[in-house]
Structure formats: structure tokens, C-alpha cells
């Protein structure tokens, strides 16, 4: 639990601010002056005065587009519409006041490039729309941290991970920090996952689907104290949240081996018929949200369901039957004894130590094992291919609830559950199944909830 300070405090996580100064056309401050900002696509309003030196602020609102109304007796209401609150932001809108009655108004324009003055840190925000409308192969929104100055994908994140195919969500390195360095906000919450990152998962807890996002920034140089956790960036997200309005999303990605390219190499000649490797991916779910009580209790639920199915083409070096007979393209002494097999002839199973012939014996339980060697050498290399199966089966889902009890009180809660299962096959069948993570399970269950609560016009309690 804090106490924020609005003169004194930053942006709060996953909220922004404003803050701004009322005055007249002379420059002349104005004192007790009311300003209320309402969120466009719930119609909450908040409402707080000026001090004695025309000073408002407005700390913990959510991520979306505001309208300020400034009113005073003796004044027209100015009014400034359209302003964009970014999440951890705090932007500054300085109005002026008009004298005119308060059945006249003055619209402002002409601010709808807002630059933020009141915090040196640099960060980047990634709209909603960005989110949802640029290209995501894996559907993952932390792959927008691309478009970010200084910001690449870790190394070891550009490789194909052997559970399910995805690279490791989320793993960039910032101004040439490590990846495992980087803090992951959601909602406040820290969303941190080293462990499973480790498997080739990701390095969030909770990976919201991208329709599913207000709202991130990436902050990358000079953070402000509230984000001191680690040296890399701090990605720092806000869930989508319901509105007056019911809005919803039903999407369904699928890539399938009918569909697929044959691929660059694909032989044009051979007696064995080509066959492309297996790769089926449906990633499909919903979005849907709006209003219980409308101005008051508001909904965002969201569901995504993954199902992979891949057989890649796996070329290993194994023993020819041959070699597993006692059949060798070279002269080999028997260091105990001291004889001599001649190059082509068989080495009699006597001499062979029983766990010679263990290893063996499994070997030729191995279906497809070529007889010899190349026709050069006599060697084996890269004499065995297979198509394994890698499949993925994960289903993760969010449900959101914001309620604003009067305009100095609000709540919110998220409640985020995800379970995935993957299943690596050996790539070797047993009892010699090579390297293989075999089966893997994962889940993740989160909770958040939030309270705020205005005292008068300069004093919130955030919890």
C-alpha cells in the first residue's frame, strides 16, 4: 500500500497523469478553478481544483482518451478534447481561460501532439491498435518491442525451440543488456517467469494476447525510481478494460501442411517420394467486453486456445548394420587380446564385452537402419532420417472488472489462468531415444486486484 502525493509523485505503473496549470489571458494563475477530465469511452469524470497557484493534477487514470473541462465563475469552460493518457505516463495540459459566461464555451485545439515535459526517462508506447493490427507470428505482443530504439531479439530467442516451436517469448536484449535483466509490469504486478523462460516458454507469467493489451510502454534509459528492480528495460503493460460500448474480437489463425511450401530443397528426382514435414498450428479465441452497470461496473474477458502438431525432418549420424554385425570399413586390434580384424571381415560376438552387445542390441531394434556406409568411405554420416512429432496443446484466458463506486473511488480486479502441455518425441525410437524433453507441463494462475481513493484534490491513497 502508498500514499501518492500528486505534486510530488510519478506515474503510477500501469495509470497515467495529468497535471497542468489554469490561467487567464493575461498569464494571471486562477485559483479554485473546477477541472474535470472524463474518460470518453466510459463517461467516468473526475473532478479536482486548482490551488493558489492554478496548479491541478489528476494521478491514476486509466490508459485511454480524455476530455478536460475547466470551468470558473466569471470564465467561459474551456474545454481540450481528445487527450491520449499513456500507461506509467504523465502529460501536461495547460489551458487558458477566457472571461464569458458559463453558458459559453472555448474549445482548445491544437494540442493534439503531446510531448511529454514532466519526466526525463525515455520510453516508447505501443498502442492498442498496434497490438491488435500489425503481423505477430506467434501472436505474442512482446515481439512489438521491435520497433523500439536499442531494443533486438536475444539470441537466444532467434532459434527454434525444440517444446513447442515458438521462440522464447519476450527475451530481448535493451542497449545491450541480457535479457533476464529486463522487468515485465502487468497491470502494476510484476510479471516476471526466469524459470520458465529457461524451458523455452517465455518471461512473463501472464503473455495477455495482444488484443487483449491497452497499452505498453518500453522504458530504456534514465527510469525513474519506481522502476529501479533491474539494469535492463522495464516493459510495463495495461490489460484492456471495458467501456459503455459491447466490443468483441473472434480471430482464428491457421497454418497448415496442405497450405505450406514445399520448401527450397525439395528433390526433383529419387526413387523415395517427397513428402513435405508436418506442420499444423490453429491458434483461434475471443475477445469481448462492455459495460454490467453502465458508468459504473464494467467487463473484459478474453480466451486463446493454441494446438500445434509439427514433424520436422531430422537428420541424425547412427551405426549401419554393418558396423552393428561387427562389419568395419577399417582394421581394428582388440587391445586385450591383441588380434587383428582385417577391413571387411566380421568380429565374432565372443569378443565383444556385454555391454558392447546391450548398446547393440538396442541399436538394431532401430527400424530403417541402412546397411553400409557411403559407397567412398564406407562411413556413416548422416545416414538416418525421421519425421518426430512435437505437439502443443495450451488454452489461457482473462477476465477483467473495473467499478467505480463514486468518482473519488474505484476498484478493479483481473483474474489470468493459463495451462499448456507439450510433448517433445524422442527422435530415435526406444529404448534409445536420444535427447528429448518428453513431457513438459506449465501453469500459471494470477490474480490483481487495485483500490483508489482521492482526498479532496491533493491527496490519493493507491493500493
Avoid at 475477445?287 to 502438431?309: A, C, H, M, N, S
Wanted: aromatic share 10%; with cysteine; glycine share 8%.
Amino acid at each position: 500500500m502508498c500514499f501518492a502525493f500528486p505534486g510530488l509523485s510519478l506515474a503510477q505503473y500501469d495509470n497515467g497523469s495529468v497535471v497542468g496549470t489554469i490561467h487567464d489571458a493575461t498569464g494571471a494563475p486562477i485559483a479554485g478553478a473546477n477541472v474535470t477530465i472524463i474518460n470518453t469511452a466510459t463517461s467516468i469524470a473526475t473532478q479536482v481544483k486548482t490551488n493558489g497557484d492554478g496548479d491541478y493534477s489528476v494521478p491514476q487514470l486509466r490508459v485511454g482518451v480524455y476530455k478536460i473541462t475547466a470551468s470558473s465563475t466569471g470564465f467561459a469552460d474551456t474545454i481540450a478534447d481528445n487527450i491520449t493518457i499513456s500507461v506509467g505516463g504523465r502529460q501536461r495540459i495547460d489551458l487558458t481561460m477566457k472571461v464569458g459566461t458559463t453558458e459559453t464555451s472555448v474549445e482548445v485545439s491544437g494540442i493534439a501532439l503531446q510531448v511529454e515535459t514532466e519526466s526525463s526517462q525515455r520510453d516508447q508506447t505501443v498502442t492498442q491498435y498496434q497490438s491488435a493490427a500489425l503481423p505477430l507470428v506467434t501472436r505474442n505482443y512482446a515481439d512489438l518491442m521491435g520497433l523500439v530504439t536499442g531494443v533486438r531479439q536475444a539470441p537466444s530467442a532467434a532459434t527454434t525451440s525444440s517444446i513447442n516451436s515458438l521462440v522464447r517469448a519476450g527475451a530481448y536484449n535493451v542497449n545491450g543488456q541480457r535479457s533476464m535483466f529486463n522487468n515485465f509490469l502487468l497491470d502494476g504486478l510484476d510479471n516476471n517467469a526466469y524459470g520458465e523462460s529457461n524451458q523455452g516458454f517465455d518471461n512473463q507469467i501472464v503473455a495477455v494476447p495482444p488484443d487483449s493489451v491497452a497499452q505498453f510502454s518500453v522504458v530504456t534509459n534514465n527510469q525513474s525510481a519506481e522502476y529501479g528492480r533491474s539494469s535492463g528495460a522495464t516493459i510495463n503493460v495495461a490489460t484492456a478494460s471495458g467501456s459503455n460500448a459491447f466490443h468483441g474480437v473472434v480471430y482464428e489463425f491457421l497454418r497448415n501442411t496442405v497450405l505450406n511450401a514445399a520448401g527450397f530443397f525439395k528433390p526433383t528426382q529419387g526413387s523415395v517420394a517427397f513428402k513435405k514435414p508436418t506442420f499444423n498450428r490453429n491458434q483461434y479465441g475471443f475477445t469481448f467486453g462492455g459495460p454490467i452497470l453502465k458508468d459504473k461496473l464494467f467487463f473484459f474477458l478474453d480466451y486463446e486456445g493454441f494446438r500445434q502438431t509439427l514433424k520436422p525432418l531430422t537428420v541424425l549420424t547412427l551405426p549401419t548394420l554393418n558396423q552393428l554385425n561387427g562389419v568395419l570399413t577399417q582394421p581394428v586390434r582388440d587391445p586385450r587380446t591383441g588380434t587383428i580384424y582385417r577391413a571387411g571381415s566380421t568380429i565374432p560376438t565372443a569378443a565383444w564385452s556385454p555391454l558392447s552387445l546391450t548398446v547393440v542390441n538396442a541399436f538394431k531394434q532401430i527400424p530403417g537402419l541402412p546397411q553400409a556406409g557411403a559407397a567412398t568411405t564406407g562411413l556413416a554420416s548422416n545416414d538416418y532420417a525421421a519425421q518426430v512429432p512435437f505437439t502443443d496443446k495450451s488454452d489461457k484466458g482473462d477476465l477483467r472488472l473495473d467499478y467505480q463506486q463514486s468518482p473519488a473511488t474505484s476498484y478493479f480486479l483481473r483474474i489470468s489462468d493459463r495451462k499448456e502441455n507439450a510433448v517433445n518425441y524422442p527422435s530415435i525410437p526406444l529404448p534409445l531415444d536420444g535427447q528429448t524433453n518428453g513431457k513438459i507441463r506449465v501453469l500459471n494462475e494470477q490474480v490483481a486486484a487495485g483500490f483508489n481513493h482521492f482526498f479532496g484534490s491533493n491527496k490519493i491513497i493507491d493500493a
